[in-house]
């Protein structure tokens, strides 16, 4: 004979990591001048961009490029220049094997970055950090309701979170900004952006408009006596619609990522004005909550036994987007023998995460700091540059945990002389975190019934043992709770409760 129960299934998952990797990425620039002159490197930066990631058995190709920028002089050494270099990258992963159906997001992240000078060529090298992950879906068929008479039920109340919907957009976010005609700029180098989301609206007609913030960094060459090198910084507005597909959520959480930045210079010597076109990606996901009520054990306290079988599964719970940024300032304390700053031109900040804790809604992260200056002397008019590794340590407002995905940038960097041998560097460190929280627990898929030992009274009195719950004292004696409470007012009605250890329990059943 059957149990009557009834079933529903429950979207389990689980979280899919593909084992990283570290590697080089190469790449070449040319340099105009001639093979003869003298060239000095003073910085070189790198940016990736992952494409694609495809899995087949326990293999993830992960593909995409790395861009590379370097600032230097050649034959008039006065006159700093930009060159620009990509290297593409295909990496194989491992997975474990029946996971590759999943859809994996690949990430990277540059450790650093190198630049040296061969016949005429700069050859641009990056130490990259590839990774992916991917969130699988699992339904389990649980049980939710036990109807047999005498059935004592234990029910649990999973808070579940699907991604029901979403979708990307990618654009071009273009501003235009006036420059000091003190600055007597010459010439746009290069520049970096970073985005962060403020808003999000919209979403029931099938479509999501994000918006936020771009912060501009712009490095130009200049004719302004020995400053031949300044930077910008700007804001630009951004707003980008996104149209979703799936269905709509309870709510709606968006990304947005800048993957490239180009700036020229127009007009007059003296009215100069900088165009800017940012390379945006976003992305939007519509989430949906959902409490769901499921049988975490049954037993019978009358008639034939009642038993359960199950599995544990993971669910997921939620989905953490956050961006925030805290400050921060670095001492660089140039080494005896270094010519001695005059005038700070720039300095350029590269965080490197090495480790990660969480702890009281803060996140605590361990950086590497490379820090490069760049500055004029007394005694010439050539720039020189100083670089230094630094550790560092920010707790980080933010529900993010270490096995998130955790991107450090470096933001409004502000150099400033201190003495001939030394500066200060203030900047915002960004921490953008991406991740999904999984619950666990048991749940029952099946519910048999078998006959019970022949009915015996039972008079006892009981001493709880480590952990036990009042459920734990019900099911031993098969008694339903209204029993066992009837006997002893000083339990809890709380079924899940831990009772204290020892605690003394009546149990009587005729």
């Known amino acids: 004979m059957s149990v009557r129960m009834k079933k529903e299934l429950i979207e389990g998952g689980m979280q899919l990591r593909a084992a990283p990797q570290q590697f080089a990425v190469e790449a070449e620039a040319a340099l105009p001048g001639g093979l003869r002159d003298e060239v000095r490197l003073f910085y070189t930066e790198a940016q990736a961009e992952p494409a694609q990631a495809e899995a087949?058995?326990?293999?993830?190709?992960v593909s995409g490029r790395v861009n590379f920028r370097a600032l230097y002089a050649q034959g008039d050494l006065t006159r700093v220049r930009c060159a620009e270099g990509s290297g593409d990258f295909s990496r194989v992963l491992t997975i474990t094997p029946g996971e590759g159906s999943a859809a994996y997001t690949p990430h990277c992240e540059i450790t650093s970055a190198t630049a040296r000078v061969f016949n005429g060529r700069l050859l641009l090298r990056a130490e990259i950090n590839v990774t992916a992950q991917a969130d699988a879906a699992r339904q389990v068929n649980a049980v939710t309701q036990v109807e047999e008479d005498g059935a004592q039920v234990l029910s649990q109340t999973l808070e579940l979170q699907q991604c029901v919907g979403g979708g990307e957009s990618s654009g071009l976010i273009r501003g235009e900004f006036e420059l000091a005609p003190a600055l007597?700029?010459?010439?746009?180098?290069?520049?970096?952006?970073?985005?962060?989301?403020e808003d999000i609206i919209g979403g029931a007609d099938g479509r999501a408009t994000v918006t936020g913030t771009i912060d501009l960094t712009v490095c130009h060459a200049s004719r302004m006596p020995g400053r031949p090198l300044v930077y910008t910084q700007h804001s630009m507005p951004f707003e980008q619609t996104v149209t979703l597909s799936g269905e709509m959520g309870d709510a709606l959480s968006a990304s947005a990522q800048t993957t490239d930045a180009a700036v020229a210079l127009e007009g007059k010597e003296d009215e100069r004005i900088l165009r800017a076109e940012v390379s945006l990606k976003v992305g939007v996901q519509a989430l949906r909550e959902q409490r769901q009520s499921v049988v975490a054990d049954v037993f019978a306290s009358a008639?034939?036994?009642?038993i359960p079988s199950g599995e544990r599964i993971a669910y997921r719970s939620a989905s953490v987007n956050e961006q925030t940024a805290e400050s921060g300032r670095l001492q660089m304390i140039l080494p005896e023998g270094t010519p001695r700053i005059k005038t700070v031109l720039a300095a350029f900040?590269?965080?490197?995460?090495?480790?990660?804790?969480?702890?009281?809604?803060?996140?605590?992260?361990?950086?590497?700091?490379?820090?490069?200056?760049?500055?004029?002397?007394?005694?010439?008019?050539?720039?020189?540059?100083?670089?230094?590794?630094?550790?560092?340590?920010?707790?980080?407002?933010?529900?993010?945990?270490?096995?998130?995905?955790?991107?450090?940038?470096?933001?409004?960097?502000?150099?400033?002389a201190v003495a001939g041998d030394r500066a200060e560097i203030r900047y915002v460190?960004?921490?953008?975190?991406?991740?999904?929280?999984?619950?666990?627990?048991?749940?029952?898929?099946?519910?048999?019934?078998?006959?019970?030992?022949?009915?015996?009274?039972?008079?006892?009195?009981?001493?709880?043992?480590?952990?036990?719950?009042?459920?734990?004292?019900?099911?031993?004696?098969?008694?339903?709770?209204?029993?066992?409470?009837?006997?002893?007012?000083?339990?809890?009605?709380?079924?899940?409760?831990?009772?204290?250890?020892?605690?003394?329990?009546?149990?009587?059943?005729?």
């Open 429 to 510: 460190i960004s921490l953008r975190a991406e991740g999904t929280r999984y619950g666990q627990a048991f749940v029952v898929t099946e519910v048999a019934q078998e006959p019970a030992p022949a009915a015996e009274s039972v008079l006892a009195m009981y001493r709880t043992q480590p952990d036990e719950r009042l459920w734990d004292v019900m099911k031993r004696y098969r008694l339903p709770r209204e029993s066992l409470l009837a006997l002893n007012e000083q339990l809890t009605a709380d079924e899940e409760e831990t009772l204290p250890e020892g605690t003394c329990v009546i149990a009587y059943k005729r």
């Open 56 to 61: 087949v058995g326990n293999r993830l190709t």
């Open 349 to 416: 900040v590269q965080p490197v995460l090495v480790g990660a804790s969480a702890q009281g809604g803060k996140l605590n992260a361990d950086m590497l700091l490379r820090a490069t200056l760049i500055y004029m002397t007394e005694d010439s008019g050539i720039p020189v540059a100083y670089t230094a590794e630094e550790p560092a340590r920010m707790a980080f407002a933010a529900d993010a945990q270490p096995e998130d995905v955790l991107t450090l940038s470096a933001l409004r960097v502000e150099p400033s």
């Open 184 to 197: 007597q700029v010459e010439e746009a180098l290069f520049a970096g952006a970073d985005a962060r989301v």
């Open 303 to 306: 008639g034939d036994q009642l």
